[in-house]
Nanobody, 118 residues
Framework: QVPLVESGGGLVRTGDSLRLTCTTS????????MGWFRQAPGKEREFVAR????????SYADSVKGRFTVSRDNAQNMLYLQMNSLVPEDSAVYYC???????????WGQGTQVTVSS
């Protein structure tokens, strides 16, 4: 089991920044590539960003490229998503997950709400 807990969401204005954090007690954290998805009301869950197990390789959805940065601290079992230049279209529930590749285990956090006002 890999319990995942997100935090850091909130209500911000257009142009503001937020940093999301995901933590786990699982000792296997550093063996998994990890990432973030988001889901807005009435829309399907969509990929946001992923990072390799060692942190050296990252990839992003086109909609967030250049504004969001995913990182991790394996010593602390922490995954981060730094979100800059937020816009209302970024409003969604953000989920931390191990399911960033088809063969990865299917673990998800409970989600954290991000709301960006115009």
């Amino acid at each position: 089991q890999v319990p995942l807990v997100e935090s850091g969401g909130g209500l911000v204005r257009t142009g503001d920044s937020l940093r999301l954090t995901c933590t786990t007690s699982a000792r296997t954290f550093s063996t998994y590539s990890m990432g973030w998805f988001r889901q807005a009301p009435g829309k399907e869950r969509e990929f946001v960003a992923r990072i390799s197990s060692g942190g050296g390789i990252t990839s992003y959805a086109d909609s967030v490229k250049g504004r969001f940065t995913v990182s991790r601290d394996n010593a602390q079992n922490m995954l981060y998503l730094q979100m800059n230049s937020l816009v209302p279209e970024d409003s969604a529930v953000y989920y931390c997950t191990t399911k960033v590749w088809p063969n990865n285990p299917d673990y998800w956090g409970q989600g954290t709400q991000v709301t960006v006002s115009s």
